[in-house]
């Protein structure tokens, strides 16, 4: 879960949003209760907020991937239209773009209708879910109790998180150790050539592991904590800043 930035509003939004949300409060006071109108109903306006227009242009903030636990469609199912406060309970928010944001099916679906108002969890469109989560090992971990809401209410845990989480640490695992060779090997680069093309390996290397934590990247939250808190990163790091200073 990374922080991300809300688009501007949508024309169809801008346009529409009043007329939607009036028609939906006028079908719950018709029918005394939001879970009350029939669900045929209910859809006649509900579809709305599914608008193609919508879509485009949300999915775009989270880089199409699911805005709690960035994982893509293929992934965990399509990504969806989700309201962060439930439209069950705040039927007035049901056409907010403020409301907005793409979210999997997994998530979704645990996430249900919690009331995020009585017992908030991290919006990252408001929040920085950096000063509310940590990782420790293949698991997210709570900075404090937002961060351990969210964690409890969008189910980010489990199966479907710790096994991708633990392919990737397998794979972190390996390169830190290709990384400690090659650093351990460049003193024994006894030429400017051979060192010059050994660092260039090394640039190479850290370029790689750095896309992993890019916010296009699938997981790049988990993928930023676990590679930073590398010590070999961290090492390789310091000689191509070093390296850096010389050359300029
Ligand atoms: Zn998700």
């Not at 469109?125 to 940590?134: R, S």
């Not at 460049?186 to 093309?197: G, M, Q, V, W």
Request: proline share 6%; charged share 30%; aromatic share 8%.
């Amino acid at each position: 879960m990374i922080k991300l930035e809300k688009p501007a509003t949508p024309q169809i939004l801008i346009d529409k949003s009043a007329d939607w949300t009036s028609t939906l409060l006028a079908l719950v006071q018709q029918y005394s209760e939001y879970s009350k109108i029939p669900t045929t109903v209910k859809e006649t306006v509900l579809k709305n907020y599914r608008h193609v227009q919508i879509k485009e242009a949300l999915y775009p903030s989270s880089n199409k991937k699911c805005a709690f636990c960035e994982s893509f469609p293929e992934d965990s199912g399509n990504i969806e239209v989700e309201h962060f406060h439930p439209k069950s309970l705040y039927p007035s928010e049901a056409f907010d773009w403020n409301n907005f944001l793409p979210c999997c099916r997994k998530c979704n679906s645990a996430k249900s209708d919690h009331d995020t108002k009585t017992s908030p969890i991290i919006n990252p469109y408001i929040d920085d879910p950096e000063n509310h989560l940590d990782v420790e090992t293949i698991c997210l971990k709570p900075k404090d109790q937002l961060g351990q809401n969210t964690i409890d209410v969008c189910q980010l845990k489990g199966t479907r998180l710790y096994r991708p989480f633990s392919d990737l640490l397998v794979n972190f695992k390996q390169f830190e150790d290709d990384l400690k060779d090659a650093l351990d090997e460049l003193a024994e680069k006894n030429t400017p050539i051979k060192k010059r093309n050994h660092l260039i390996k090394i640039r190479e290397a850290i370029d790689r592991l750095e896309n992993l934590m890019k916010p296009q990247s699938q997981y790049s939250f988990f993928c930023k904590k676990t590679i930073t808190s590398s010590n070999v990163y961290q090492r390789a790091k310091i000689l191509l800043e070093k390296e850096d200073a010389k050359a300029s």
